[in-house]
């Protein structure tokens, strides 16, 4: 079992960065592929970015692409998502959700996550 705990969301201007974190309890997280999903409202729930266990292979939707980072201690048991160069198509409710243990693999299905944490907002805004 794996506890999910989101911070460093808020509200920030255009061009602007913030830093995600996630916090887990529980279990280790290096056997559990991890990923940001996000929600707008009135729309489905995104990735944005994933991680394998090993941090070998990383996944970004295009649209953050060059502008967002997604990186992982193991040893902290944390990932961290960095966002800069932000845009107001990026506010959201952000969320971590961790893979089904011993599932390495980035994947980008959220049907394929078993846990998650409780979201953080993001709002870009001038």
């Given at each position: 079992?794996v506890?999910?705990?989101?911070s460093?969301g808020?509200l920030?201007?255009?061009g602007g960065?913030?830093?995600?974190s ?7 997280i ?8 996000r ?15 090993s ?7 295009d649209s ?34 961790a ?9 980008t299905?959220?049907?394929?996550y078993?846990?998650?944490g409780?979201?953080t ?6």
């Open positions: 079992q506890q999910l705990v989101e460093g808020g920030v201007q255009p960065s913030l830093r995600l996630c916090a887990a309890s529980g279990r280790t290096s056997t559990y592929a991890m990923g940001w999903f929600q707008a409202p009135g729309k489905e729930r995104e990735i944005v970015a994933a991680i394998s266990c941090s070998i292979v990383t996944y970004y939707k953050v692409k060059g502008r967002f980072t997604i990186s992982r201690d193991n040893a902290k048991k944390t990932v961290y998502l960095q966002m800069n160069s932000m845009k107001p198509e990026d506010t959201a409710v952000y969320y971590c959700a893979d089904r243990l011993g599932r390495c693999v980035a994947r299905d959220k049907e394929e078993a846990y998650w409780q979201g907002q993001v709002t870009v805004s001038s």
